[in-house]
Every structure is written in structure tokens, then in C-alpha cells.
Nanobody
Framework: QVQLVESGGGLVQVGGSLRLSCLASGRTFSSYAMGWFRQAPGEERRFVASISSNGGTTSLLNSVKGRFTISRDNAKNTVYLQMKNLNVEDTAVYFC????????????????????WGQGTQVTVST
């Protein structure tokens, strides 16, 4: 079973950038599709981005397209979420998650498709 630890969150001003990292333990990281979700206070956890196990396919929430990029380095057991041009609505706790997709080129969108979650990292965007 893989374990996930997020890092890279923090306080940033509107228009700023952050890069989140999620380090996975274990030797099977390359078998998992990976995702990023976020949860704002009082709201449900929502999909942000996903990347297939082979890194060849990504999916992004419409409102972050052109601003966020998901990538992975299977040699480092790490998935990244590069966030640019941040706005106040991006403020949330960000979670990474791992799941088994049917194909190496498939992404996973629903939170129920993921079986392992990190503890989350806070991203706060201020005016």
C-alpha cells in the first residue's frame, strides 16, 4: 500500500504561484494514477487534476486549465501540481490521492476511484 505526503502549500498573494509536491512511499508508485483534490471550508472535496500512471494523460478542472499543471516523476515517486496566477477561489486544503486505473493511460476523476489519500496541505491566496 502506498503512503502519500504533500508539501509546498503556503500563503501567496493573488496572481502568485506555488508548486505542490506529493511524495509516495513504496515501489509501486508507477502503477497508480494520481490526482489532486481540494477542499475549501464548508465545501465538499473537489477534483482538481489527475495524471495517468504512465504520465501520458492528464485531466484538469475547467477553472484551472491554463493555470495549473499536473506532472509526475516516477523515478522520484512524486507527483506535482504547479499552480500559477492563483486567485482567492483557489484557497483550500489540497490533497493528493492514488488509485488504480484500468489502463496505464487513464486518469481518474471521482474521489471514490482513489483508495489512498495524503493528509493535505493548506493553500491560502490573499488579496
Amino acid at each position: 500500500q502506498v503512503q502519500l505526503v504533500e508539501s509546498g502549500g503556503g500563503l501567496v498573494q493573488v496572481g502568485g504561484s506555488l508548486r505542490l509536491s506529493c511524495l509516495a512511499s513504496g515501489r509501486t508508485f508507477s502503477s497508480y494514477a494520481m490526482g489532486w483534490f481540494r477542499q475549501a471550508p464548508g465545501e465538499e472535496r473537489r477534483f482538481v487534476a489527475s495524471i495517468s500512471s504512465n504520465g501520458g494523460t492528464t485531466s484538469l478542472l475547467n477553472s484551472v486549465k491554463g493555470r495549473f499543471t499536473i506532472s509526475r516523476d516516477n523515478a522520484k515517486n512524486t507527483v506535482y501540481l504547479q499552480m500559477k496566477n492563483l486567485n482567492v477561489e483557489d484557497t483550500a486544503v489540497y490533497f493528493c490521492a492514488a488509485g488504480l486505473a484500468p489502463l496505464s493511460g487513464s486518469t481518474l476523476i471521482g474521489p471514490e476511484e482513489y483508495h489512498t489519500w495524503g493528509q493535505g496541505t493548506q493553500v491560502t491566496v490573499s488579496t
